[in-house]
Each structure stands twice: as C-alpha cells, then as structure tokens.
C-alpha cells in the first residue's frame, strides 16, 4: 500500500502566512536559481552552502522552505509545483516511480537474503526520528523536521526500522491537563520536555505502523521499532505496554509482537536484545515487530535492552572504504554487535556547533552509506530520506543495475570489477565461492554443475553472501569474479 500526499483543502490562515513569507525568502535567497537540482543526490540547499561558510544559515532557509512545501501541498496544490528553492523534492511521482524500480526490487530481494542471518549480521534500512515529519503536522519540533516523509511512506520505500522518541508531557501544549505518552522530538524530563508542544500521541502515531504491516502484501515483512525513552515514570511505561499490545496486532487479535522470554531478563531486570536471533526465527513464532530502547523494568515485558548489545555512531566523518571502515570498532564488535549509524540534520544540531560548515562531516553520504555497507553496518537511521536521494541505492551491493538481465544466463556471477552480481551462463567456466566457517575462498574455473563438488572438495560449502560485508569479503578473494550459490528463476 502507497500512501498518497495529504490532499485536504482547508488552509489556516498562519500556514497562508508561512507560505507567503518562505516565497519571499526563498525567492529572495535563491533569486533566478532553478527549483531543483540536476543530481538528486545533491543536497536542496547547495546553492546556499556554495556561499555560506556556516551551516546554520542553510539550514534554517532549507527549514522554511521545507515547511512552505508541505504547506502548499496540504493545501491540495498538485506537488510539483510546491517544490521550492532549498525545499527538499517530495513528490508522489518519484515513490510511484521508486516503487515499480529496479532498486525497490533489489532493496526487497536483499532483505529477504538477509532474513536467515542473526541479528547482529542482517542489515536494516532505517530513519533517525522516523516520526518528526511535517507530513504529520506544522508543530515546534515537526518544523525542525528529520524526515519530509510519513511512516508508512518510509515503509513503503523500504525502510524496516522506525523510531519513535516517547514523552510522558501534559496533553495540551505540553504544559496542561492530563499527562500522556508522546512521540515528540524534544528535550528529556530533566530539561521539563521541552519543545514538546501539540504533538501526537503515541496511540495516535502507533496505529500507523500496524496498518502497514496488516496491508496486502506485507505478510512476510519483520520491522525494528526503537522506542526512545525519554518518559522515566511508571504510569507512562503501564500506559506504553497497554498501547503496544492493543495496537500491534493482527485483524483476528493475535499479536505481532516478537516479546522476550522473562527467563532471560538479566540483573538489571531486562532481556537483552538477541543478537543470535534472525527475522525469520522471528517469522516463525508468527510476530512481525522486535521492539528495541534502553533498559527500563517497567516496558521490559515488550522491549528488549539493547543497550549491552548494539553500538552506534563511531567516527562517521572519518569511515573509509572496506576494508579500513571505522577504526572506533574493531572487527569484533562487528562480528558480535548490531552496529548503527545515524544523522541529525535539525537546526537545533546545528546550532549546537556554530562552527560547522554547510556539509556536515556527519552526514550519511551515499559514498559513506556504500562504505558502511561494505563493511557490515547493520542499522543506518538516515535522515530526510527520499527515494532518488542516492542512500538506498547505496546499500545495494548484490546485483548490478538493471540485473538480472532477462536471456543473459540463470546462475550468478560476481563481477570481478567491482563485487556485484550479473546473471551468465551456467556453462560458463568461473571459480566458484567457496565459505567455511566465516572464511571464503574460490576455486579453479569450473561450471556451476560442478561448483559444489569443488568446494566439497577444498573442505567448504558453494555458498553465497548474504550481507555487505560478506559480498565484501567474497570479492577480496576472488580477483577474478565467482560464481555464487544463487539460481535465477
């Protein structure tokens, strides 16, 4: 199911305002700049950055024009005439066309390769902040967006990790009535919560992803929901619990949830994530959400710790391509941890660092994206992500654009280029990939009849990658290209 772009008629009169005055600025800014950039890898604020030596400018134009555009598109204006200068592009075209690519189908058919691999192994597109959109609605912390997309949006172009950050605030305006749980981008308890204002609550936001999950054709699809904890009280972790378990589950009432076994709660009175776990072990016990966050006895009956099992954000201004990657980790944090990296584009990051310039050392490039890729970072939580921007297609490392090509073979070849696949003939003559234990090795020339019985032979198994480092490892040995275990039907 593709959600479509809001389409309501009715404007308030702040939002006509807001309209008006980002024209001006934008027009004023960016005056005789065309609307969009040539590269939709380029980031919608370039022709700023080009004259900014600071970011925190670029970034707060980028901001109002952001707001404008989803303005003008909740206003029923057809969207491609509310993309503006420093806007990010968000049209309904661009995920119609994400959705019939060869990249959706590859994204798709990665997943599932990594579906038998544990948790600490398989890979996951995600988004940082999945909920702060200003699809959802013109609030403080949503005009300081993370994403231009709603959650099923970002569902919808793969994304299979969300975020959700809960508060315990007061439910009007964040400072009376009632306290209840929301999904806010905003300071934590000590610092009263602020910049929670009139957003939604999590009861209001949860349904969203249960749709999606319960829509035709999502059956087979397992998703990470990381619940961040900024609520601390105990009648907010009763009320989260209460929410999880009446929203996360099927038409017939049976749960979706995959919950820890309390014989394995550990001291501090949590399960810790289970790294050894796979998607389709969790397939298999009919859930289809692992709920993950910081330790907290009073969720821990649906949410697993995944504090002593995971680490995120190392030197991601300084990761280089496989095989050097991040020297913050070592080879065995990768081999035992889920290892996540994830950015912050707001205005409130910027301003943190007055210094820094327009292009953020820390932001997940697509170049930085394929290097991580390579070298087996499982959890990236982008930020703004669209589907032409260049970062999912950066994650794909198993076929080459455009492949399988249809006539040119039904075995599978890794091109000794560049590591990625190509279909070929079976007949042809090509080492064959050869893995035993974590180790791969290749070959002499043979065909793909007789792939098995040569790695038999060497004391491995005719295998193929299922993750980036992986396909990363294979190529380092095979110079000459290999063939993989994988038939095309």
Not at 60 to 88: I, M, Q, W, Y
Not at 266 to 291: E, F, K, Q, W
């Amino acid at each position: 199911m593709t959600q479509k772009l809001p389409r309501t008629r009715r404007i308030s009169s702040a939002a006509v305002t807001l309209v008006a005055v980002g024209a001006l600025v934008a027009t004023a800014t960016l005056s005789g700049s065309p609307a969009t950039a040539a590269d939709p890898t380029a980031s919608p604020t370039a022709a700023c950055d080009a004259i900014s030596p600071y970011a925190i400018p670029c970034v707060a134009l980028g901001k109002v024009a952001d707001a404008v555009s989803t303005e003008c598109r909740r206003a029923g204006v057809p969207d491609a005439l509310c993309v503006l200068p420093l806007a990010h592009k968000v049209t309904q075209a661009a995920r119609d066309a994400y959705v019939a690519s060869w990249v959706h189908k590859t994204a798709q058919f990665q997943y599932g390769l990594g579906d038998p691999l544990p948790l600490r192994d398989a890979q996951w597109i995600g988004t940082h902040n999945s909920f702060n959109s200003l699809s959802n609605s013109l609030t403080i912390s949503h005009a300081d967006s993370n994403q231009q997309l709603t959650l099923t949006q970002q569902l919808d172009i793969d994304v299979r990790a969300i975020e959700l950050d809960l508060h315990n605030v007061p439910s009007y305006l964040g400072l009376l009535g009632p306290k209840v749980v929301t999904v806010c981008h905003g300071q934590g308890p000590s610092l009263g919560n602020l910049g929670c204002t009139t957003e939604p609550s999590f009861a209001a936001v949860l349904p969203e992803v249960a749709t999606w999950l319960n829509a035709p054709g999502h059956a087979n699809d397992v998703i990470m929901l990381y619940l961040e904890d900024e609520m601390q009280d105990a009648g907010a972790y009763a009320s989260t619990i209460a929410t999880l378990d009446s929203v996360l589950k099927r038409p017939d009432g049976t749960s979706l949830i995959y919950r820890p076994n309390p014989a394995q709660k550990a001291a501090n009175g949590c399960t810790p994530m289970p790294n050894g776990v796979s998607r389709n072990d969790i397939r298999a016990t009919g859930a289809r959400v692992i709920l993950v966050g910081s330790c907290a006895p009073g969720w821990s009956s649906d949410v697993f710790d995944w504090s002593p099992t995971h680490v995120e954000s190392g030197s991601t201004a300084a990761y280089q391509p496989y095989p050097a990657c991040d020297a913050t980790y070592s080879p065995s944090v990768y081999a035992t941890q889920l290892v996540r990296y994830y950015e912050d584009s707001t205005l409130v990051s910027a301003l943190t660092n007055p210094s820094r310039p327009p292009a953020d050392p820390n932001a997940l490039t697509p170049a930085k994206v394929q290097s991580m890729t390579d070298c087996g970072v499982n959890l990236f939580g982008f930020d703004q992500l669209l589907p032409e921007d260049g970062r999912i297609q950066a994650t794909l490392w198993s076929w080459a654009p455009d492949e399988p090509r249809a006539g040119a073979g039904s075995c599978t070849l890794q091109q000794a280029s560049d590591g990625r696949w190509v279909a070929a003939p079976c007949t042809d003559l090509h080492p064959a990939a050869c893995l035993n234990g974590t180790t791969w090795s290749v070959t002499a020339p043979v065909a793909v009849a007789d792939a098995a019985a040569a790695c038999t032979a060497a004391g491995s198994t005719f295998a193929l990658p299922r993750a980036g480092d992986q396909n990363s490892a294979l190529h380092a040995v095979a110079p000459a290209g290999a063939w993989v275990n994988y038939a095309i039907t």
